[in-house]
């Protein structure tokens, strides 16, 4: 497991290339990452530019995570693991790098879910590889301390719900994708810093 994560950092991507891979992706080539590479895939690969985009402009970390970034007391690194189709990625991802950006002890890192299931596999969440999946580990010896996601609680028991909504009373998946994605802007990041804080409050000692 050490072998794996020493060399899944050393070919992850700051959040800085992460983006700009996006983004030549989709302007240069109209791809996503992944395989997947249909009409739907690059639309909604397209309109999470838009919501990182967004993101990216107006970073708004509460008093609560500003005071426990001053904390921290030891150097980590967030390695997450995402995917630029990923919607809950677009949500989460960009708030990761608020933190980073905030915290000279805390480094992000960005790893392709799909180039990388061995690491992905160790991760799992109900057996399922769903990202954005955060691991933070120490930046002095690469001992993971503890992970995270794929989502706040809130918009998990939403994605569980509708897993186990009959199939002939399920909303439209993309009607349900709009009901995600209403709950993540009206939540304004607060339960995505939460729960890293939650996190990083249990491993900075």
């Known amino acids: 497991m050490q072998d794996l994560l020493h060399t899944s950092l050393a070919k992850a ?18 791809k996503t990452t992944g395989p997947n ?18 993101l990216d ?10 005071a426990c970034l001053a904390g921290l007391d030891r150097e980590l690194i967030l390695l997450v693991l995402t995917e630029g189709w990923c919607g809950d990625a ?17 480094d992000l890192y960005c790893l392709l879910r799909d180039e990388n299931l ?7 969440t109900n057996g399922a590889r769903s990202i954005p999946k955060v691991i933070i580990l120490d ?14 609680a809130a918009a998990q028991q939403m994605v569980i719900d509708y897993k186990n909504t009959p199939e002939s009373e399920k909303p439209d998946y ?8 209403t709950c993540y802007a009206r939540d304004k990041t607060r339960s995505t810093q939460g729960e ?6 249990g491993e900075s000692a």
């Open 174 to 181: 993309v009607e349900f994708q709009k009901q995600l994605h």
């Open 139 to 152: 930046a002095a010896t690469k001992e993971v301390l503890a992970d995270w996601g794929p989502r706040p």
């Open 57 to 66: 402009r107006k970073p708004k970390l509460t008093e609560e995570t500003l």
């Open 118 to 124: 061995g690491l992905m596999d160790q991760y799992l």
């Open 13 to 30: 991507q700051s959040y800085a290339e992460y983006r700009q891979m996006l983004t030549d992706l989709l302007e240069n080539e109209g």
């Open 37 to 54: 590479q249909s009409d739907f895939y690059i639309e909604i690969a397209t309109l999470n530019q838009a919501r990182m985009n967004r």
């Open 90 to 106: 677009a949500q989460i991802v960009p708030v990761l790098n608020w933190m980073a950006e905030a915290s000279p002890k805390l």
């Open 196 to 201: 890293m804080l939650e996190v990083l409050g």
